[in-house]
C-alpha cells in the first residue's frame, strides 16, 4: 500500500493534514488560453466546452469566442457558450472542493464576461484593412497588447478569421520588429482548417507558432485530431483503438450525469473533435507545450519546413507514432498519437464529472502525485548520460491524495519523439530499464555509442547525440483509475567520440547495418 513507502518525515504531514486538498497538484504557472469555437454548428464543440470548464482550473481563459467556419458561415452563437457556464456555475463550488486550493476554479460570472461575437461572415470577407474587428477580435488585440511575456494559446475549433483579421490590424499598427514580436507570443493550435483564413495565415504569416492536420479539405479522417474519437466514423487503425469509453451508452453512464454533465448533447458524428486542443496543454506532466515533437494527450506534431535560409515557417503537421493497439498488432499511425492515451483521459474526464456532484473529497478519486529523485514538479527532468552508462532513477516518493489506494508504477521507453521518421526501431535504440521495489525505482541503461551519439548517414560519432525520452506513467486503484506521468529527458553524451562506421550517401546502403 501506498502510506508503507512515504517517509516518515511526509507521513507525519499527511496525517495531521486538515486539508486534503493541499496535496493535490498545484501548477507553478498556468497556460494563457483564448477559444474561438463554432459552436452549434454540430454537438462536438459544446462538448468540449464542458470537458474544458473541467480543466479550466490548470488555464488562465483569456477569451471564448464565438464564430463561423465552413459549417456556419453566416451566424455564431455566443448564447449556447452562455448556457454551458450557466450549468457550470451550479458546479463549481463542488469542484473546488477537488482542486488545490491554489488552483481554483474561476466562479461563472468570470467565464461570462470572457464570451464574445466573432465576425458573422465567412472567412476571409472579415479580413481587410477596412474591415472593423468584431468584438471577439477587439478582445484578441486586447490580450496580445496586454503587458504579458507568457505565450498566448489561440485554440481554433472552427474557423480562424478571428485570429487572421488581429493579426492583419497588427500588421498596420506596428513597425515590422514590433508586430513580429507580438506575433512571437502567439501559439495556434487549430482544428485543421475550417476556413479559408488558415492557409492564408500560415502564408502571410510564417513566424506564427501554429500547430495544424494539413490535408485534403473536408478530409478530417486523415487528421491527427480525430483519433480522439474518430477510428469508427472514419473508419481508421481498425483494432488498434479500444472505442468501449467513446460508446453513447459509457458517455450517458459516466459524463452525462450531474447539472454539468446534462449540458452534455449526444454525438452526431463523432464526439468532442475540437478537445484535443486542450488535451495538449493538460497538465499532467507528459506534455511540453512547446515542443509539439514531444506528444501529448493532444498528439504529437513535428516541424512541416526545416530550411535553413531563415524563412522556414512555424507551421507544426502531423507526426506518427508506432502504437501497440487493443489487437496486439502494432500501428503506425497519426491518430495514435491521442488514441494510445484514450483510455486514461476518459477516465480522467469521468472522475471530474463526479468531483462536480459532490464536495465530499472522500466521494472522488484524484490523480496521483509523481516525484522523481525527490522532484515532484511536472516539468521534464532533465539528465545527461554518457552511451553505454546506467544510472538509477527514484520515484518512491510518489503518492496517492487518496491515501487508499494502491499505485503502479510503469516505466517506458517513449522511442517516437527520438526519431526523425518512422522507422523508429532503426533509428532508436531500446533503454534498458530494470524495476526495483514493484517500479518505485529503477536502473535505466543507455544504448551504446554506435546507436544514440553517430550520426545517421554519415556515421561520424558525436559528443551530444540523441535525446531520449523515459515515462512514468502511474496509476491508481481508484474508481475510476487515474494516470498521472512524469517525462524523463536523457541527453546522451559521448565525451570519446566512440561508435563511428562508414558513412553513405544514400539511406539503402546503410540499411543492411539496422536489419
Known amino acids: 500500500m501506498l502510506l508503507n513507502h512515504l517517509s516518515a518525515a511526509r507521513l507525519q504531514i499527511y496525517t495531521n493534514m486538515t486539508d486534503p486538498r493541499t496535496t493535490l497538484q498545484s501548477f507553478l504557472s498556468k497556460p494563457r488560453v483564448f477559444i474561438v469555437s463554432d459552436i452549434s454548428n454540430e454537438p462536438d ?70 464570451v464574445r461575437k466573432g465576425a458573422e461572415v465567412y472567412g476571409m470577407s472579415a479580413v481587410g484593412d477596412d474591415i472593423p474587428l468584431s468584438e471577439g477580435g477587439e478582445l484578441l488585440l486586447e490580450r496580445l497588447q496586454a503587458p504579458n511575456e507568457q505565450p498566448l494559446w489561440i485554440l481554433c475549433w472552427g474557423g480562424t478569421n478571428v485570429l487572421a483579421q488581429v493579426l492583419l490590424r497588427i500588421e498596420k499598427l506596428y513597425s515590422a520588429a514590433d508586430a513580429a514580436q507580438l ?143 487493443a489487437d496486439g498488432r502494432t500501428y503506425t499511425t497519426n491518430h495514435g498519437t491521442i488514441w494510445r492515451w484514450r483510455d486514461s483521459f476518459q477516465n480522467d474526464f469521468a472522475a471530474r464529472i463526479q468531483w462536480s456532484l459532490s464536495s465530499d473529497f472522500g466521494a472522488a478519486n484524484h490523480a496521483p ?50 526519431a526523425t521518421q518512422s522507422w523508429v526501431d532503426a533509428e532508436v535504440a531500446n533503454l534498458e530499464i530494470k524495476p526495483i521495489d514493484s517500479g518505485r525505482k529503477v536502473e535505466v541503461t543507455v544504448p551504446p555509442a554506435e546507436r544514440c551519439c553517430v550520426d545517421l548517414m554519415s556515421r561520424q560519432p558525436v559528443l551530444r547525440g540523441q535525446i531520449l525520452h523515459l515515462i512514468l506513467q502511474v496509476t491508481d486503484s481508484g474508481s475510476p483509475a487515474l494516470t498521472s506521468y512524469r517525462r524523463v529527458l536523457i541527453q546522451t553524451t559521448n565525451p570519446r567520440l566512440e561508435g563511428g562506421g562508414k558513412g553513405a550517401d544514400a539511406i539503402g546502403d546503410l540499411m543492411a547495418e539496422f536489419a
Not at 490548470?58 to 457558450?81: H, I, R, Y
Not at 495565415?201 to 495544424?212: K, L, N
Not at 545527461?384 to 516505466?411: H, M, N, Q, R, V
Request: with cysteine; proline share 5%.
Open 45 to 114: 464543440d459544446a462538448e468540449s466546452l464542458v470537458r474544458y470548464l473541467l480543466y479550466s482550473h490548470q488555464f488562465q481563459t483569456e477569451g471564448l469566442v464565438a464564430c463561423t467556419s465552413t459549417w456556419m458561415k453566416n451566424k455564431v452563437c455566443p448564447q449556447d457558450m452562455q448556457k454551458i457556464i450557466d450549468a457550470y456555475e451550479k458546479v463549481v463550488d463542488n469542484l473546488n472542493a477537488h482542486v488545490h486550493p491554489d488552483a481554483k476554479y474561476r466562479p461563472a460570472d468570470y467565464f461570462r464576461s470572457l
Open 183 to 325: 506575433r512571437s507570443k502567439l501559439r495556434v493550435y487549430a482544428i485543421s482548417d475550417q476556413d479559408d483564413t488558415g492557409a492564408w495565415i500560415r502564408h502571410r504569416y510564417p513566424d506564427v507558432f501554429y500547430i495544424a492536420s494539413v490535408h485534403g479539405w473536408n478530409h478530417y479522417g486523415l487528421a491527427a485530431w480525430t483519433g480522439i474519437s474518430g477510428d469508427k466514423y472514419y473508419n481508421f487503425d481498425q483494432g488498434g483503438p479500444d472505442f468501449s469509453k467513446m460508446t453513447k451508452e459509457w458517455i450517458r453512464q459516466n459524463i452525462q450525469v450531474g447539472e454539468l454533465g446534462f449540458a452534455y448533447p449526444n454525438y452526431l458524428f463523432i464526439p468532442e473533435g475540437d478537445t484535443a486542443t486542450f488535451l495538449y496543454l493538460i497538465q499532467n506532466g507528459l506534455g511540453v507545450p512547446e515542443h509539439p515533437e514531444y506528444g501529448s494527450w493532444g498528439g504529437r506534431y513535428q516541424r512541416s519546413d526545416v530550411s535553413a535560409n531563415g524563412l522556414a515557417s512555424l507551421h507544426y503537421g502531423d507526426a506518427v507514432d508506432r502504437v501497440v493497439g
Open 369 to 418: 502525485v509523481i516525484s522523481i529523485n525527490s522532484d515532484a514538479s511536472l516539468a521534464p527532468l532533465n539528465l545527461e548520460a554518457e552511451a553505454g552508462s546506467t544510472f538509477p532513477l527514484d520515484a518512491s516518493e510518489t503518492f496517492d491524495p487518496d491515501s487508499g489506494d494502491a499505485l503502479t508504477f510503469k516505466w517506458f521507453h517513449y522511442k517516437d519523439p527520438s
